[in-house]
């Protein structure tokens, strides 16, 4: 039995799996639109794109009326919210949602958890596949995925690091060009950093 059709591209959808392909609606049967989500996304950026100072003239008269509306929509779904942000990670430069929270809320460097960090530990990617956003990648605090960051810029075979940075690590300029250690402010920091680093180039 068909339980929605998309009235754009002809996408049927015959089970409650299907359905989550399908626009809500608060209205709709089944609570979904008989239009899917990509063929919405291709309604709305249309929409969008052909109303821009419509849009624009809008959003400037009620800049107050929609920040209170945000601010209320946060403070009454917080937790939905948090939970929300948790199952996302940055895959390309675009934000990727996920079915379960891919984090475990510790560093895989240095082991300092999310409450040490003050915010959400980073997905780092060695290298991105498409088919699995999750493959290959390091749950980092922001000390940890800031010095790889900009070590892989200088150099993508060693770390090579002359990055400082004032939270958790407490390392600063941790190798010179020969590989060799000069100035460490947090040893037992920078050898477990490096370590672990060598490790995944083996």
Not at 37 to 53: D, G, L
Not at 159 to 179: C, D, E, F, Q
Request: with cysteine; proline share 3%; glycine share 4%.
């Amino acid at each position: 039995m068909v339980m929605r059709k998309c009235n754009d591209c002809g996408r049927e959808a015959h089970s409650t799996e299907d359905l989550k392909l399908f626009t809500e609606s608060k209205t709709g049967l089944h609570g979904r639109m008989n239009l899917c989500k990509p063929c919405h996304n291709i309604r709305s950026t249309q929409y969008n794109q052909a109303n821009k100072e419509k849009l624009r003239k809008y959003r400037q008269d009620n800049k107050e009326k929609r920040q209170e509306y945000n601010r209320k929509h946060r403070q009454d779904n917080i937790e939905y919210l948090q939970e929300y942000d948790r199952k996302r990670i940055n895959f390309k430069g675009k934000n990727v949602r996920l079915s379960e929270n891919p984090r475990t809320n510790i560093c895989s460097f240095c082991g300092k958890t999310e409450e040490e960090n003050r915010r959400q530990q980073s997905m780092h990617h060695d290298v991105y596949h498409d088919d699995d956003p999750l493959k290959d990648t390091w749950e980092l605090c922001n000390s940890c995925h800031g010095i790889i960051g900009r070590q892989l810029q200088l150099n993508p075979n060693y770390p090579n690091i002359k990055y400082s940075h004032p939270y958790s690590t407490g390392v600063t300029r941790i190798l010179n060009k020969a590989n060799t250690l000069t100035v460490i402010e947090n040893r037992s920091a920078c050898e477990v950093l490096c370590r672990a680093w060598e490790k995944r180039l083996e």
